[in-house]
């Protein structure tokens, strides 16, 4: 941004905005026939939507885009050709330039150069999933005409964040981008360009967009004591059979409020009557709770050390005959159980067939186990699988590429809910990661102590991230700080099984 913009964009912002970034920023994706389809978005869009927009769009590298100076023709917004490092701000219509990638890191637009294999590299997908993990809720993304499913991934990114999702109806000049997001499940509207202008603008008015999820946002507004939200609470309860009393209360009321909007709803009141009449919307709030947010070999770095040092040991251990046991607890759609079953094959190499290994993975949602037992992925599911895997593991389908049956024999998948079902049982290696982290404080230390339970006396547990033991030092020793893995202590198990039952 030339110096003289950049000034003018800050002297027209209050400061409080321009350091927190809390307004909505609209992602939007397109590939071949996306000029047609983003010069109608902006036809339709006024210039004080309160919204940033960001426009990617699959250029040749090889000539002088003219896309900038083309759209500011027809857009009521200010049109900026984006620059590397480049701060975001509200109510004006950024446009990616010719030869590069983009992503989004604290508010700035990062620019590196386009990947030699750039057609393999799903470049709107990396986008899109940058703003989803910066942003949250306060991302909008919309797929537009393009001839490739770049942007499905994103777009699931963007949902499970809590964002809204876009992609556009038939009158995409080019069908597979859109059409993708759309039978993937990752879009919330199937819209027009015309009609996702007036949505934008009708959700720019709404509480839940213009003021953003940032410090006290509007789910604050509602007291956890809401008789509403009892209510809801209550028909999710006796609907799908899950208290959700013990999860964090923050995130139930966001998405909440998410499903209020979708849905037209301007009170929790509203929505909840609107819910108790409508099963199919329940069925809808229940899977945008279970957040199943997954990929294959997730955390590289955490993959290679199990590969190379937990595993390996645990492996060791056994006497032949005796099976390796593994939970994969919160495994969504596989994607992780079928990474530790490769990993182990790796490991064992041509003695594979002299070993048992059973992985045991386990989900809320019946739909995530489903999809988990037929093992088909895209293409884009499997970007972080290595051509040597793909190969060995995986055969072509008519959908993409599906886990070979013996892999696939490997892993047991099963509903399950951590906070009221029996655990497994003789269990060398646990897996539960990012689910804790919507969990209150005594759930938390229930889940904990409940794996300990499960767990061998030497056995691991991996958690994610973000994510701790807590108050269950006694439990678990911590083995690699990095990773979270921890080892199982050993302490009187009746008792604690006994306390278990009373948490």
């Known amino acids: 941004m030339k110096a003289s913009t950049a000034s003018k964009n800050k002297k027209a912002l209050?400061?409080?905005?321009?350091?927190?970034?809390?307004?909505?920023?609209v992602a939007i994706g397109a590939s071949a026939g996306g000029l047609e389809a983003v010069t109608q978005l902006l036809q339709n869009l006024p210039a004080d939507t309160g919204m940033s927009f960001i426009y990617f769009q699959h250029l040749n590298p090889d000539y002088k885009s003219v896309l900038a100076e083309i759209l500011s023709k027809t857009a009521q917004m200010k049109v900026l050709e984006a620059e590397n490092k480049m701060r975001i701000f509200p109510n004006i219509f950024y446009v990616i330039p010719p030869g590069k990638e983009m992503l989004v890191l604290q508010g700035h637009i990062i620019l590196t150069p386009r990947k030699k294999d750039h057609l393999?590299?799903?470049?709107i997908d990396a986008f899109f999933s940058s703003l989803a993990k910066q942003h949250n809720e306060r991302v909008i993304g919309i797929v537009l005409s393009g001839s490739n499913t770049d942007g499905t991934l994103g777009l699931k990114a963007i949902k499970q964040e809590g964002g809204f999702t876009f992609a556009q109806d038939d009158s995409a000049k080019f069908k597979s981008m859109p059409k993708s997001a759309a039978e993937s499940g990752a879009a919330d509207f199937i819209l027009s360009p015309k009609e996702i202008a007036r949505k934008?603008?009708?959700?720019?008015k709404h509480g839940y967009i213009k003021h953003g999820i940032v410090g006290k946002g509007v789910e604050d507004n509602?007291?956890?004591?809401?008789?509403?939200?009892?209510?809801?609470?209550r028909l999710l309860y006796t609907g799908v059979g899950v208290d959700f009393t013990h999860y964090k209360m923050n995130t139930i009321k966001r998405r909440i409020i998410r499903r209020m909007l979708l849905n037209k709803?301007?009170?929790?009141?509203?929505?909840?009557?609107?819910?108790?009449?409508?099963?199919?919307?329940?069925?809808?709030?229940?899977?945008?709770?279970?957040?199943?947010?997954?990929?294959?070999?997730?955390?590289?770095?955490?993959?290679?050390?199990?590969?190379?040092?937990?595993?390996?040991?645990?492996?060791?251990?056994?006497?032949?005959?005796?099976?390796?046991?593994?939970?994969?607890?919160?495994?969504?759609?596989?994607?992780?159980?079928?990474?530790?079953?490769?990993?182990i094959l790796e490991i064992l190499g041509n003695?594979?067939?002299?070993?048992?290994?059973?992985?045991?993975?386990?989900?809320?949602?019946e739909q995530a186990v489903s999809i988990a037992r037929i093992g088909e992925y895209s293409a884009q599911e499997l970007e972080a699988?290595?051509?040597?895997?793909?190969?060995?593991?995986?055969?072509?389908?008519?959908?993409?590429?599906?886990?070979?049956?013996?892999?696939r024999e490997m892993c047991v998948f099963a509903p399950h809910n951590v906070l009221s079902d029996p655990p497994f049982s003789r269990v060398d290696f646990i897996s539960c990661r990012n689910l804790l982290i919507y969990l209150e404080a005594a759930a938390q230390k229930k889940v904990i102590s409940m794996f300990h339970y499960a767990l061998n006396e030497g056995g691991y547990l991996m958690l994610g991230e973000a994510e701790t033991i807590g108050s269950c030092g006694n439990l678990f020793a911590q083995v690699n700080k990095k990773f979270k893995i921890f080892l199982r202590k050993k302490i009187q198990e009746y008792g604690l099984y006994l306390w278990l039952l009373r948490v």
């Open 385 to 407: 699988v290595s051509p040597e895997r793909l190969q060995r593991f995986f055969n072509k389908s008519e959908g993409g590429y599906r886990i070979i049956k013996s892999v």
């Open 14 to 25: 209050p400061k409080k905005e321009i350091t927190k970034n809390n307004f909505p920023i």
């Open 222 to 233: 509602i007291e956890n004591e809401n008789i509403d939200l009892k209510h809801i609470i």
């Open 265 to 343: 709803k301007k009170s929790l009141k509203g929505y909840a009557v609107f819910l108790s009449k409508n099963s199919d919307e329940l069925n809808l709030l229940y899977q945008d709770l279970l957040i199943n947010v997954t990929n294959f070999f997730r955390d590289k770095g955490a993959h290679l050390f199990l590969k190379t040092s937990i595993l390996p040991l645990l492996l060791k251990s056994k006497v032949p005959g005796e099976t390796l046991r593994v939970w994969v607890a919160a495994c969504a759609t596989g994607e992780e159980a079928y990474s530790m079953a490769m990993t």
């Open 120 to 123: 393999a590299f799903m470049s």
């Open 200 to 204: 934008l603008v009708n959700f720019s």
């Open 351 to 365: 003695k594979s067939s002299n070993r048992s290994v059973q992985i045991f993975a386990t989900d809320l949602s």
